[in-house]
């Protein structure tokens, strides 16, 4: 008998086997609250959108109300997919297959041929099946159930230790939205995303304007909080230096950076707010989704701040090593980008997995608690605990 | 929280007057009630529940049900009870109310009732529309504040419409909610006939239509997406505004409504037969007679007997009881839901026995 090998709480093999991501799969990401977007992706009567939320499928629609309906995208003839991505209809959804037809509500109300060939048919039977929306701090989430209770019950709790944004004032930037499909196991992503201990190495060159030295961190149930200040050298004149326009109050300066169960990065900070969309594709395959929000301001402004911080930001961002030191101008440990080095870090951790010499060695105290505690969590989720 | 025993919700008791106030220049006037310790838990009410208060004028008993314009949760119950009464023409009860009434009288009123309510939750995160017009802001005001002081998560619309500036029951009430509470609380006003000399703005000129309707909704989406419909205005216009609301998509499930004061449907095709009835009030059961085309109510009162009973028009639910055998018809039915219906509840004052035999239990 071999002793399992461990990630600390978690075997090793819950980062490499098809077993054990499909399990997180069914009880971890088709039954929490999900996200699902921005609220402004919907903003008309009749827009929609799908979204796969682990083993679900699940469209939102807009009535004419303006309230958003939520139900699972599967015809109730043979199972098509109804809908896809985004776009807008107008009162009813027709299934391409055999244009059984539904309305806003979900109800079926027509069916081709059906007085020749479905005697006795009970459309009141075969509704689509709904599924639950809410919005919550400028974003949309969707819940499989049609009665989940409130979404507070699930982001109450962590709500007062996030950052003071008032996310609903500002605006997206599509620019910076990014998609990135990392090699590495969806927790080997969050665990990078909640490690404290990495801040101040890794991220030496590019972090360095927050003071990690001064972080506070910790869980709220399921959920990951986290928030530290700026650094002295930064705060002294972060008006002038501040890259972009500043979206907090000068004594509410500083960084949240929470990690919302499961799998949700939340990047708010003096100068914008995103969201980090962390999506299993395959035990070793994880795509994470950025979008981002800004300052609702002038294009004029945004320059002004960018000319006034640029010499500030070109002594103060560097990579982590020097190009001359590795000579490679195309490395992300030179690119001065916090994002590349993540990636690049975890990428590199996961290819050490399936190595039989592969071993983990002792856990930082305070710095990784977050990491044991975060694979704690997940075991909790797949052994009914939670 | 304990249940008072029926005998004592449904049945009167004095209460002083603790303090009157005139409203809208003196067309309403709103009655704060002196809550004796003892009677608090009788008199625990929900938002939008209503009283009922029974006058002796000229040797003739009138009853009129006032719904109760204030939060229960507020820090002193005992002081809070109150409700608004805006005079009718040639109402008795509401003039007499806005004439005499002053703190010190004593009035008789029945515990707090009705199923027209709002139970805020902490936890819960709603968005609630109120459509109110005219006295029809009496409860939503109730409900209003409840959510705002006890529903922390939630945010509230009000459209409110009223005929001019003049006339908008709680006008400064609810801009000092405003004030208290911004960006949980939205306040459209909407006028039918304003006047050219005041300085009032509303927000739209008319009255609550669908236009109007969703031109509320796209001023204010729902941002909660559980959502709320509750209606309160005279005569038709609960009516206008479910259709407007259902034409618009929003399910019946979500829409919440009361009838206030003018008309109620009825249906006056139903006849009725001649029946015996076995009727159940509190600890004794006694049988009596039900002539063709009289109402269990009056055939319960004419046999001596002292239901409970208010409106007498379907609307407020105090003379509610349970058929538990034979068969009746209700000419109206606005006061109970279609779940209690099914459950066999009816309104006695509006039902007429279709079977020689009932069996009737006040509960
Ligand atoms: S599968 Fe949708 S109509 Fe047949
Ligand atoms: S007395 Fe009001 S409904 Fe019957
Ligand atoms: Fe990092």
Redesign the interface.
Known sequence: MTVARMMHVLPVEAYTSQEWFDREQAQIFSKLWRFAGFSEDISEPGQYLSVQAGLNNIFIVM??????RAFHNICRHRGTQLLRAVGKTQKAITCPYHDWTYD??GRLVSVPEEAEEFTGLNKNCLGLKPA????WRGMLFVHPEPDPG????WF?KVEPHLGPHKVEELVEYPQAATSHDIKANWKIVVENYIDVYHLSHLHSGTLAMYDHARAKYGFVGPHYAFWEPLAEFYARDVEKNAPMPLVLPKDQLGASVPMLFPGLGLGESETSWSTFHVIPLAPDLTRVETRTRVKNASDWEFSTQEWRSGAFWGKHISGKYAVEELGEAEDPMTSGDFMAEDVYACEQQQKSLKSPYFEVGASAEQGESPVRQHQQIVLDFLEGRR | MTQAAPQATRSFHKLRVGETRLEIGGSAKTIVFDLPGALCETFRWRPGQHLTLRFNLSGEELRRSYSISSSPFSDDRRLSMRITVKRVEGGRISNHINDNLKAGDKVEVMPPFGGFCLDPGAMRRRTHYFFGAGSGITPLFAMIQSVLSDEPHSVVHLVDGNRNAATILFKDELDRLCDAYPGRLSVSHLLSSPSLWSGFRPWRKGKIDAAAIEAVFAEYPPYAQDVQYYICGPGDMNRFVRTALTSLDVPVSRIHMESYGGAVAQDDTIKGMAATARVTLGDSTQSIEVAEGQTLLEAARAAGLTPPFSCQSGVCGACRARLVKGSAEMRARMALEDTEISKGVVLTCQSLATSSELEVVYE
């Open positions: 009535g004419r109300d303006r309230r958003l806003l509500e639950s929306v809410d919005l409130s979404i507070m019950e109450g």
